[in-house]
């Protein structure tokens, strides 16, 4: 079962298993900036403290405040998620409010449905009626998901799919 958990260093093993995973491929959702982590234990808790912080003050010059969770199947770190509070501009045109990765191993075990389906509720607690979701022209993983969880879409602009989901 998909849980949305708190980052946090309890998670250090699979965490640090995860995120290798990804390999030169961007980790959605994760937080990850110009700045790898390292993948030991210290890194890991700063790194989680990083992106706790993010829900009250963007960690950021140019993000916005964002709640980032990590998806987590009982004690493994099976994926990322971000859900933003607000839309920049050019997260309106192509970033949405909630971007989300799950590590490969673990990819088509409904975990990024799941986990996009908690995360609706959660956008309503911020006061967001609805969230945009965007995806590549070609993500058929990323377009299911979001028109799995109510997607309705809007258009594209530069290359991206353009979703907006009804929180309530
Ligand atoms: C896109 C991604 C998050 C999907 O994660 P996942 O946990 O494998 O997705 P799920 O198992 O919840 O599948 C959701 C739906 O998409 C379908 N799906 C998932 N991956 C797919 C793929 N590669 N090709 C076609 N359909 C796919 C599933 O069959 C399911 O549809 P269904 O309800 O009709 O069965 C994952 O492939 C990933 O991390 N990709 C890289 C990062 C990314 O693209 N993130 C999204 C951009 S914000």
Redesign the pocket.
């Known amino acids: 079962m998909t849980e949305l958990v708190v980052p946090d260093v309890r998670w250090h093993g699979s965490w640090a298993a995860a995120m290798p995973e990804f390999g030169d ?1 961007y ?3 994760s937080g990850l900036a110009d700045d790898t982590p390292t993948y030991d234990e210290a890194g890991c808790a700063a790194y989680a403290a990083w992106l706790r912080a993010a829900v009250g003050t963007p960690i950021r010059e140019d993000w916005v405040p964002c709640s980032f969770y990590w998806m987590a199947d009982g004690d493994e770190i099976v ?1 990322f998620l971000a859900l933003r509070h607000s839309l920049s501009d050019w997260l309106l045109e192509e970033g ?1 409010h ?7 191993a ?9 986990a996009l389906a908690l995360a609706l509720p959660r956008a309503a607690d911020l006061g967001l009626d609805r969230v945009l ?4 022209e070609d ?7 979001i028109e ?1 969880n109510g997607g309705v879409y809007e258009d594209s602009r530069n290359g991206k799919r353009r979703y907006w989901i009804a929180t309530g």
């Open positions: 491929g980790p959605h959702g994926g949405g909630i971007g989300f990765s799950v590590r490969p673990r990819r088509r075990e409904g975990h990024a449905g799941q979701l965007t995806c590549d993500n058929d993983g990323s377009r299911l998901t799995r």
